[in-house]
């Protein structure tokens, strides 16, 4: 399964075409619309998700409300276009002065000098974190796909500005739960609560704060992924998805760095079997993932999302034309973007996990896809 997205955030629309789903898949508006919603929610949010209501049409690929095995395109428009129209224009010309103050931590700088422009705004619009509600829309169809293999996929918070949730449900389904119903996507209410006085001070200070997400899939059978080249590895895969999103600067697959620190007898997973159950462990340091393969445990990955990087009270830059010190531009943009960032870690996780699904099982319908998976499970129990 592939995907490509296209769009500037202030643009006249997100656009998403994936390619490899199965025929017989059933898909309607509203399952990816749902998704969005939940992108748009969470404590220091900006006052652009007040005008978005993030809509996706389907526009191509299904028929009857199921796939029909062609590339599946997505339309989400871009509400606030109609006030950019002499910004963005596509092919009249550009009404609006040069950007020419990049801000630190963005893609701004490094943007203008790869593609030898002044304005920044060239860069800008197409790296921000915008064009993940394209994302989320193709993790959403993912999802869909997993669904039918039993397969759940949650995102949530472990930290904003350096407050940690010190404690989580073992249950999958009570984490969901509890997460959703946050305004900061925290299963820890404690913590939760700590976290949103930390937004609030952010928000009267001008300035912005980072945290740490989680995402946790159950449901995955062992044997997705390879060891046998360096690109199919599956956790090399999943890091890659996560790293991309914007703003995410470090990812661990389990106790990925804690690890670091243990002697081997205390940083595996000790293999245990019974007819019930078969090959298992009782602990899950490697986050259910060994040698580039799923083992069937619950696949557990993490990403450090840094602050936003456009302050009310902007950091000081070099202009790029006059060469002086000055300060950043100063775009609309949020304060905390780690509630919304555990959502989008969960739709790319997803994708990741669907593409690999896809590789394992084959088929060009559902039926078939369903037929190969039945067969492996039946080989997993009488091995």
Not at 85 to 91: A, D, N, Q, S
Not at 187 to 194: E, L, S
Not at 249 to 272: C, L, P, Q
Not at 292 to 316: C, D, F, H, Q, W
Request: charge should be positive; charged fraction near 25%.
């Amino acid at each position: 399964m592939r995907f490509i997205t296209a769009g500037e955030s202030h643009g006249q629309c997100l656009v998403a075409v994936i390619e490899g789903l199965p025929a017989g898949l059933a898909l309607v508006a509203s399952d990816i619309n749902s998704e969005l919603a939940r992108r748009r929610r969470g404590r220091g949010r900006g006052g652009r998700m007040r005008i978005e209501t993030d809509e996706a049409s389907i526009v191509s690929g299904v028929r009857g409300g199921r796939t029909m095995g062609s590339p599946v395109a997505l339309l989400i428009p871009n509400r606030d276009w109609v006030n950019w129209g002499r910004i963005m224009p596509v092919e009249s010309p550009v009404n609006a002065p040069l950007l020419t103050a990049p801000r630190p931590g963005h893609a701004d700088l490094a943007g203008a000098l790869k593609y030898a422009t002044h304005d920044v705004r060239d860069v800008l619009e197409r790296a921000s974190a915008r064009e993940t509600a394209a994302r989320v829309a193709v993790g959403a169809v993912a999802k869909r796909l997993l669904a039918e293999f039993g397969v759940g996929v949650l995102g949530h918070v472990l930290a904003i500005g350096g407050i940690a949730a010190r404690r989580q449900p073992r249950s999958f389904h009570e984490l969901r739960r509890i997460a959703e119903a946050s305004e900061v996507r925290c299963a820890d209410p404690g913590a939760a609560r700590r976290q949103a006085r930390v937004i609030d001070r952010a928000v009267r200070m001008k300035d912005s704060v980072g945290g740490v997400v989680e995402v946790r899939a159950v449901g995955v059978p062992p044997g997705l992924g390879s060891h046998v080249h360096w690109d199919r590895r599956l956790d090399g895969r999943l890091a890659a998805q996560l790293m991309s999103i914007p703003a995410v600067k470090g990812v661990e697959i389990g106790d990925g760095f804690m690890t670091a620190s243990r002697a081997g007898s205390r940083a595996h997973d000790v293999i245990r079997y019974n007819r019930a159950r078969g090959f298992h462990r009782i602990t899950n340091r490697a986050g259910g993932v060994e040698g580039g393969m799923t083992n069937g445990m619950e696949i557990v990955s993490r990403a450090a999302v840094k602050p936003v990087s456009t302050l009310g009270e902007p950091l000081e830059t070099v202009d790029l034309v006059t060469k002086r010190r000055t300060r950043a531009i100063v775009e609309r943009s949020d304060v905390c973007m780690v509630p919304a960032a555990a959502v989008v870690a969960e739709a790319v996780v997803a994708i990741e996990l669907a593409s690999a699904f896809q590789e394992k099982f084959g088929g060009d319908s559902l039926t078939e896809m369903k037929r190969n998976y039945r067969g492996y499970l039946a080989q997993l129990r009488h091995f």
